[in-house]
């Protein structure tokens, strides 16, 4: 168990339709990453959040927004949903600053279906 | 862009050593070179970390050149769970940036 808590674990929704992804980071994290993975591809970084403020940018959509509130943890909203968004959606955290090179703890993952 | 280089795939034997390598010659001072590995449909695990000099933990030894431009993730005693894709990645000791992930390399063990 790396501590780092994603729901819901699996969701099936139409195209067009919104959801919104959830992550509790590992307790005392301050920085909140978002990934996707298609079947059987890479994972591709999507953003990143350090104590309520976006920290980097990857390849997100602009039909994706994410926040990260004052609780520390993170949504990640998907919106307009398209085939193509199908993929599992991880979430990780990291400890800013404990000076060991930032180890990165994942979560299980959110499976997306979009039919 | 992933800052490091790494086989698309390996295969080995069950309870032979296996060594992979990865490649991250522009890699800076304060690059810490880290060691994940993804089991089918999991999130990506934490292996090992370096600097500098070789690390060894319960599940695997680093060994990193002298120069820090490659490194090889060193599996004493693969088994049939060590089957994964494994990932080589430069994570900054003074603020992450887009940490990017590459393809990895997926290690087939054989019976």
């Known amino acids: 168990d790396s501590g780092v808590t994603q729901t819901p674990k699996h969701l099936i929704t139409a195209t067009g339709q919104r959801v919104t992804l959830r992550c509790s980071p590992r307790s005392g994290d301050l920085s909140v990453y978002w990934y996707q993975q298609s079947l059987d591809q890479g994972l591709q970084f999507l953003i990143q959040y350090y104590n309520g403020e976006e920290r980097a940018k990857g390849n997100i959509l602009e039909r994706f927004s994410a926040q990260q509130f004052p609780d520390l943890h993170s949504e990640l909203n998907l919106s307009s949903l398209e085939l193509g968004d199908s993929a599992l959606y991880f979430c990780a955290s990291s400890a800013e600053g404990d000076r060991i090179g930032n180890t990165i703890y994942f979560g299980e993952g959110s499976w997306l279906t979009v039919v | 862009d992933a800052k490091t280089t790494q086989p698309n795939s390996m295969e080995s034997n069950e309870e032979e050593p296996v060594h992979l390598p990865c490649n991250h010659s522009?890699?800076?001072?304060?690059?810490?070179i880290h060691w994940y590995r993804q089991l089918p449909s999991q999130g990506p695990e934490y292996v090992i970390h370096g600097l500098t000099s070789n690390v060894n933990n319960r599940m695997a030894s680093l060994a990193i050149a002298e120069d820090r431009k490659s490194s090889t993730l060193i599996l004493h005693r693969a088994t049939l769970r060590d089957a994964a894709v494994y990932y080589c990645?430069?994570?900054?000791?003074?603020?992450?940036?887009?940490?990017?992930f590459g393809t990895g390399t997926r290690l087939t063990i054989i019976p």
């Open positions: 522009t890699i800076s001072g304060t690059d810490y």
């Open positions: 990645i430069l994570i900054s000791n003074f603020g992450n940036e887009k940490l990017t």
